[in-house]
Antibody, heavy 122, light 108 residues
Framework: QVQLVQSGAEMKKPGASMKVSCKASGYTFTDYYIHWVRQAPGQGLKWMGWINPKSGGTDYPQRFHGRVTMTRDTSISTAYMELSRLTSDDTAVYFC???????????????WGQGTLVAVSS | SYILTQSPSVSVAPGKTAGITCGGN??????VHWYQQKPGQAPLLVVY???DRPSGIPERFSGSKSGNSATLTISRVEAGDEADYYC???????????FGGGTKLTVL
């Protein structure tokens, strides 16, 4: 069955960087985009961008430009999301999710990882 | 940037029908997807492309669109349906994925 399994919870100091992994199984890793979505405590879902595992191409919304980097290792079907210059506002649960592409349109997220809690505190 | 608006909360008695709305400019031109999120869990896709259901999602969950709103309808509501529900679209003009703010469904 399709699964996305993420790395474990982390605690970080302000100014540090974080890197979360998302290991895919049960499907061909390069056939779907991997998106990252975060959820601050008690808040809603915020999209952070995507990576195309086949090409390595990425796209990030403006609010994360310069701080987020998404990469992948196709040999182990794993995607990574790195966020730098952390502040307390980055405390959140980070999810990876699988999404398709149809004639240039980004499709729904049909599978999600379990989430990774990252707490930023001095 | 594109904005999706959801009511913060909806309450419904067991066995009744719940409607959760999602408003957005020209939403009729976009594919709307709906997710259910229970506390401490990842979101779960319940409706995609406005009105299609993934396999395993009960027929009680249905989606529709009219004018500048999309609606997730849950029929014969059960206690287990209590959750946060989010709508989501891809905005072609900005090439961004957008989520609504979420609606908390309370089963009385």
């Amino acid at each position: 069955q399709v699964q996305l399994v993420q790395s474990g919870a982390e605690m970080k100091k302000p100014g540090a960087s974080m890197k979360v992994s998302c290991k895919a199984s049960g499907y061909t890793f390069t056939d779907y985009y991997i998106h990252w979505v975060r959820q601050a405590p008690g808040q809603g879902l915020k999209w952070m961008g995507w990576i195309n595992p086949k090409s390595g191409g990425t796209d990030y919304p403006q609010r994360f430009h310069g701080r987020v980097t998404m990469t992948r290792d196709t040999s182990i079907s794993t995607a990574y999301m790195e966020l730098s210059r952390l502040t307390s506002d980055d405390t959140a649960v980070y999810f990876c999710a699988r999404g398709g592409l149809r004639f240039g349109e980004l499709l729904q997220f049909d599978r999600w990882g379990q989430g990774t809690l990252v707490a930023v505190s001095s | 940037s594109y904005i999706l608006t959801q009511s913060p909360s909806v309450s419904v008695a067991p066995g009744k029908t719940a409607g959760i709305t999602c408003g957005g400019n020209n939403i009729g031109t976009k594919s709307v997807h709906w997710y259910q999120q229970k506390p401490g869990q990842a979101p779960l896709l319940v409706v995609y492309d406005d009105s299609d259901r993934p396999s395993g999602i009960p027929e009680r969950f249905s989606g529709s669109k009219s004018g500048n709103s999309a609606t997730l309808t849950i029929s014969r509501v059960e206690a287990g349906d209590e959750a946060d529900y989010y709508c989501q679209v891809w905005d072609e003009s900005s090439d961004q994925v957008v989520f609504g703010g979420g609606t908390k469904l309370t089963v009385l």
